[in-house]
């Protein structure tokens, strides 16, 4: 990354209602993707950037999801929940710091590093003040619409789609949730924020018109593929991300010398270590922090939480949590190991 102080702030503070839990302070970026919750995965995004600090903002539910992040990353909380500016005016350890801001959705567990990179690369390439991300959607209903002054690419406002006209609704170009700020004009600009829309919050998206009229430089970095930057917003959309990050993690797998016999029935975390010439059968799910060594033969039918595994087994039909396995062994079919040594 290029040689500037960089921060990043995620914004993990809402309620998340849509997910219809019985429990309505349950949060909701805690939720789990193959075991791990949801944030987690913004986190793993953000962290290779070089970073000179790392906050969460955390709000609704704030107690777990301050337990999922709390090992990678600066916690501050949101008490009131009024909008993603409020949200920002509460990491006040942020306002002497020189730098650039990354500004980024807790629920947006398909984002990459690449992307990130790409973006910040053209924030600092174009000297700009602010750089939003955005992408063209079919059906743009719900989001964030970016206003351009008409026959030029001048960014003019982000309207949002509750405050928007029929006209402004039509746009296709969306805001996609992500900003890299000059922190100096963030942290000037974060009290002129205003309230003065249908839900009565604190828009971050407000910048890009403020800083327009001021004359700063704002620019917006359009993606070409919006999976990136899909947000996760009820349970329907958690089984669509986790597919996709399955397929991510499988190919990735499949690429290093792992056998996958029927990628859509292997359901493994992306933290999940295994060696060369391993062959994983189908109906299998690998989660935790679970560690695999070479030549194995794992499934069908097969669990393993947390276990770790020499090499040359066998394992068949079997649960095994929180056990260790050596070399050369055969486990199952049928067999339920917990807390257990098997050298």
């Given amino acids: 990354m290029e040689n500037r102080n960089l921060y990043v702030v995620i914004l ?20 789990p993707i193959l075991g791990k919750p949801l944030i987690n995965y913004v986190i793993d995004a953000v962290k290779p950037l070089g970073l000179k600090d790392l906050f969460t903002v955390v709000g609704y539910g704030g107690k777990a999801t301050e337990e999922c992040v709390k090992n990678y990353s600066k916690v501050v909380w949101q008490h009131q929940i009024l909008g993603t500016g409020h949200a920002l005016k509460q990491v006040t350890e942020l306002k002497d710091k020189e730098g650039d801001v990354i500004v980024v959705g807790g629920e947006m567990a398909l984002l990459t590093t690449e992307t990130l990179k790409r973006l910040y690369h053209k924030h600092v390439k174009d000297n700009n003040d602010l750089t939003i991300c955005t992408s063209v959607l079919e059906n743009p209903r719900g989001y964030g619409h970016v206003i351009r002054e008409k026959g030029s690419y001048r960014l003019l406002e982000i309207k949002e789609d509750k405050d928007a006209n029929e006209e402004e609704r039509e746009i296709t170009e969306v805001n996609a949730g992500i900003y890299i700020i000059n922190n100096k004009l963030l942290q000037n600009y974060l009290p002129k924020l205003s309230n003065n829309n249908s839900k009565k919050e604190y828009y971050l998206s407000e910048l890009v018109s403020l800083f327009n009229k001021d004359g700063y430089k704002s620019e917006a970095y359009v993606l070409e593929d919006a999976q990136d930057i899909f947000s996760v917003s009820d349970r329907f959309q958690l089984a669509y991300a986790a597919k996709v990050i399955r397929k991510r993690t499988n190919l990735k797998l499949m690429l290093s010398g792992v056998s996958i016999e ?30 695999i060594g070479e030549i194995n033969f794992i499934g069908p039918n097969a669990t393993l939480i947390n276990a770790k595994i020499g090499s040359d087994n066998k394992i068949v039909c079997s649960y095994l949590k929180d056990v260790k396995i050596g070399d050369h062994k055969v486990i199952g079919p049928y067999c339920n ?7």
Wanted: net charge negative; with cysteine.
């Fill in 12 to 31: 993990g503070a809402g309620r998340g209602s849509r997910m219809e839990s019985r429990d309505p302070n349950h949060s909701k970026v805690a939720y």
């Fill in 262 to 291: 029927d990628p859509d029935t292997a359901y493994i975390s992306p933290d999940i270590k295994i060696g060369k010439d391993t062959v994983i059968c189908p109906n299998t799910t690998i989660l935790g922090n679970s560690e």
């Fill in 337 to 343: 190991m917990e807390d257990e040594e098997l050298c």
